[in-house]
């Protein structure tokens, strides 16, 4: 089994659709990191910073799901990283209603010792220095390295995103991140030039149409599964990062083939992350669901034709 | 070898995108099928209407490639349909510049006698009367009708369209279109609604991000092949329509597994005729160029997931 350490905000959200309306309630990166990659059989830890406020309960189902906490400091008298959002009707976009950082402002992440020789690790969305500072508590080199990370540092601290990014084997960012940082429109070509920077694996995000996963000259393609509805996007894409590490820390393979197989549950448990507010649906998942999707993966991609 | 008929326009197309720009040039949503389909093996024939000022040098072309041409009038003194337009950077939209009706303002089909039992009739584009008009002629019911149609009728025409859908197996329209017409945003409960309106298959067309496949409860999706560079995306909706019922003509098989390999052959066509201005690119299209993509289509596509 392997050691997964997963880097990433553990949080409260109040999120409006047009379902719906939440009040505080658990969210952030690591926790839909977390939550997705306990689906697999590995030894995961994350590590985070949350206040006194945050609740006692929170923290007893990651540990219900296997999910180391030691990491995870609770600062006195503070208060837990706070966003708001509001979805439009077509559930691809939203207008922050607030980001209230409070201990995240001066999260100074300490990884467990026993995790300091993890074989994967997980950086999630994140200052990129605080994405450093992990990896700088490493004493072995991790077998795989992924990044996921979004425009806001891209705006506010490049320097440093670029010198993670030459630390990475793997980085996750969408369709519209990918563009602004390579100044290139073609995906083909924005990938061959994330490439430059150090991720020999770009894995591109495009939400409801699905994920490309680029290395060199190979390209493979996860489509998201086709819902009836969408009911909060909330946390689709760590959840997708989370299966994609969480499934790559079970086998233990790097390979490019079974990084396909990594994506594919990527999107499967995307899928069903969106179907409920918040972590809700993640919280009650079951094996047999996500192997029962898996079906579905094979029935929408998977053809035969005969060459003459 | 099945007989397909294709009734569609054959015109002029002057084309500005931001590598370049032509003077008129051979278009047509007829073209684009005839040419896509004359890949595969099948007897076709186009119904159409052109101008005498249509050059012979053009109809000689479709004839070059196998296509009947008979049902093409040529109207003495009649000028062609023409239409212009300049692709944004994104190349996903565009403005039309200019929209000259011509001759196809008063196009009464002929169906020629020898395709009046075709088994496959593919409906280009068309005001719905003249989709309707074609199926009027054919003396024996065909074995697939193909719809294809936009926006604009649904907006201009949309009791004939609702007519003529009743009259058809499979409807191709794009994503936005599938939503206007069925009022769902989610393109399931989209193509469930269309399938009331009388196709048994719905068939959404995203552009670069692939198509989708519905049949009742079953999906399936064929993604777009990621390009470096997309030069012209004219014509490549009638390209991948040509393809799917080109294929489905060749094989005579209209079988749900079947129909994915249709729309597989759909996205491959389509990826070539981007790669140039207007029709150049499916002109000289050889054979192994396609197989050749077909591999790369696996490639991005297939996956092996060896379930515990």
């Not at 990659?37 to 799901?65: C, H, M, R, T, W």
């Not at 609770?74 to 209230?100: C, I, P, Q």
């Not at 960012?173 to 563009?179: H, L, T, V």
């Not at 299966?243 to 499967?268: E, L, P, R």
Request: hydrophobic share 40%.
């Amino acid at each position: 089994m392997s050691k997964l350490l997963i880097v990433g905000t553990v949080a409260f959200d109040a999120i409006e659709t047009p379902f719906g309306k939440t009040d505080k309630i658990l969210g952030g990166a690591g926790t839909f990191i977390g939550l997705s990659a306990s689906f697999f059989n590995v030894d995961s830890a994350i590590v985070s910073v949350v206040g006194e406020d945050f609740p006692q309960e929170y923290l007893d189902l990651l540990q219900q799901k296997n999910i180391n906490i030691e990491g995870i400091e609770v600062v006195k008298g503070g208060k837990t990283f706070f966003w708001s959002g509001r979805y439009h009707n077509d559930m691809n976009s939203r207008d922050t209603l607030a980001t209230e950082l409070n201990v995240l402002a001066d999260f100074n992440p300490v990884v467990p010792q026993a995790y300091k020789d993890a074989e994967i690790v997980m950086l999630g969305n994140l200052h990129p220095l605080v994405q450093s500072s992990v990896l700088n508590q490493m004493t072995q080199k991790p077998k795989l390295v992924v990044l996921d990370t979004m425009n806001f540092w891209m705006d506010c601290a490049l320097p440093e995103l670029l010198d993670v990014m030459k630390r990475v084997d793997v980085i996750t960012i969408n369709d519209e991140e990918a563009r602004q940082l390579s100044g290139e429109y073609s995906l083909v070509k924005a990938a061959a030039k994330i490439h430059t920077m150090g991720p020999k694996y770009v894995v591109i995000k495009k939400g409801e149409h699905g994920a490309l996963l680029f290395h060199n000259k190979e390209v493979f393609f996860a489509p998201a599964l086709p819902l009836e509805e969408v009911f909060d996007p909330t946390g689709a894409g760590d959840t997708f990062a989370g299966g994609f590490s969480g499934y790559i820390a079970q086998t233990g393979d790097t390979s490019f083939s079974n990084m396909k197989n990594a994506i594919i549950y990527g999107s499967n448990l995307a899928s069903f992350c969106v179907e409920k507010f918040g972590t809700q649906r993640m919280e009650q998942l079951q094996k047999e669901e996500v192997l029962s999707r898996l079906q579905q993966f094979k029935s929408l991609t998977q053809f035969e034709i005969e060459l003459e």
